[in-house]
C-alpha cells in the first residue's frame, strides 16, 4: 500500500530549494516567490485522462504534454517561464507510475528552465491541474488589441497533432507522435512576437475558434486564405486544434520584417466583424468551430 507521502517523496528532488525566486518552497502550506519588477503572468490548464489524452498514454507523457499545454498560454501572452505548481489526480497504486510521471516533469523542467515551487495530489481519476508563472519579454500581449487592417500569421503548421493522435492510435511509427505527447512550445517567436504584434493567441481549440476570439474581443473581423494555410492532413485541421502555435496580427508595415517573414501571412483583419475563409476564392461555409471539452 502506498500513501500520499510517499508519493509526494517522488517530486521533492525536483523542487528547486537554491532558486533566488524561491522564499518559501514545497513542505509549508503555500510556496512564497519573490517579487521582480516585472508584472507577473499566470494561467492554469487541466488536463484530463481520456478527454485530453488517451487511457494508455505513459505517465511521463501525461506531464510532460499537460505542462506544455499549460506553458502554451505565457507564449501566447508574450512571456516566458519561471515556476510552475502542478496538482495530480491518480488511481494508481503503483509508485513506479508516480516516479515515471515525475521523469516527465523533470524533463520538461530542464527544457525549459523552469523550476516546481509545490503542488497537492488526490485520488481519482487521472487528470493534472498546472499552474504556470512567468514575466513579459517586452509587454503583455492580448486577444483585445487587434486592429483593422492588420495581417494575420501563425508560427507553424495546423493538424500535426492530430496527426500523431491518430499515428499512435493505429500504431503506426510517425514523427507526428511526439508532436502530440510532448508539443514543443516556440517562446523563442513569442520573444519577438512581443515587440510587434498587435495580438495574439495559441491555437489549443483550432484557429477557427481562437483566431474568432481575437475578432470578438477586439471588435473586428477576418478574413483567410485557405490556401495560405500550412496544414497536415485537410481543412479539418482549421477546427481540431491540439496545434500549440501562435495566432497573432501585426501592423501591415511589419511585412519586411525578417523574423515576421519567417511566419505564415493567412489574411487580415477587417472591420466586418465575422470570420471569413476564403477556399479558391470563394467563400468555404464551415460548419465547425473548434475544440469545447463540454460538446
Known amino acids: 500500500m502506498i500513501s500520499e507521502l510517499s508519493i509526494l517523496d517522488c517530486f521533492q528532488h525536483l523542487v528547486d530549494k537554491k532558486s533566488d525566486k524561491l522564499i518559501v518552497g514545497s513542505g509549508d502550506d503555500a510556496a512564497v516567490i519573490k517579487s521582480q519588477d516585472k508584472d507577473l503572468v499566470h494561467s492554469v490548464d487541466i488536463s484530463k485522462i481520456n478527454t485530453h489524452f488517451p487511457k494508455d498514454t505513459r505517465p511521463e507523457d501525461i506531464a510532460y504534454r499537460s505542462i506544455a499545454v499549460a506553458l502554451s498560454d505565457l507564449a501566447a501572452m ?155 492532413n485537410d481543412i479539418d485541421d482549421l477546427y481540431y486544434g491540439d496545434d500549440y502555435k501562435l495566432c497573432y496580427t501585426c501592423s501591415p508595415r511589419q511585412i519586411d520584417n525578417k523574423l515576421i517573414s519567417k511566419d505564415y501571412l493567412i489574411g487580415k483583419i477587417t472591420s466586418q466583424k465575422e470570420l471569413l475563409v476564403r477556399k479558391e476564392n470563394l467563400i468555404f461555409d464551415f460548419k465547425k468551430n473548434g475544440w469545447d471539452s463540454f460538446a
Request: glycine share 10%; aromatic share 12%.
Open 78 to 232: 508574450g512571456a516566458y517561464p519561471s515556476f510552475i505548481s502542478i496538482g495530480l489526480t491518480s488511481n494508481s497504486s503503483d509508485l513506479g507510475w508516480y516516479k515515471k510521471f515525475t521523469s516527465g516533469v523533470e524533463k520538461i523542467l530542464n527544457e525549459y528552465q523552469m523550476h516546481l515551487v509545490g503542488g497537492d495530489i488526490t485520488k481519482g481519476e487521472v487528470s493534472v491541474c498546472v499552474n504556470v508563472f512567468g514575466y513579459a519579454y517586452e509587454k503583455n500581449i492580448l486577444r483585445s488589441t487587434a486592429e483593422i487592417g492588420d495581417l494575420i500569421f501563425i508560427t507553424g503548421a495546423l493538424g500535426e497533432g492530430r496527426q500523431g493522435l491518430s499515428d499512435w492510435k493505429n500504431k503506426e511509427k510517425s514523427e507526428y507522435i511526439q508532436k502530440f505527447f510532448n508539443p514543443k512550445i516556440s517562446f523563442c517567436k513569442s520573444e519577438y512576437i512581443s515587440k510587434y504584434a498587435t495580438s495574439c493567441i495559441d491555437i489549443s481549440d483550432g484557429l477557427i475558434k481562437d483566431l474568432g476570439s481575437i475578432c470578438k474581443k477586439s471588435g473586428v473581423g477576418a478574413e483567410i486564405i485557405f490556401e495560405e494555410i500550412p496544414i497536415t
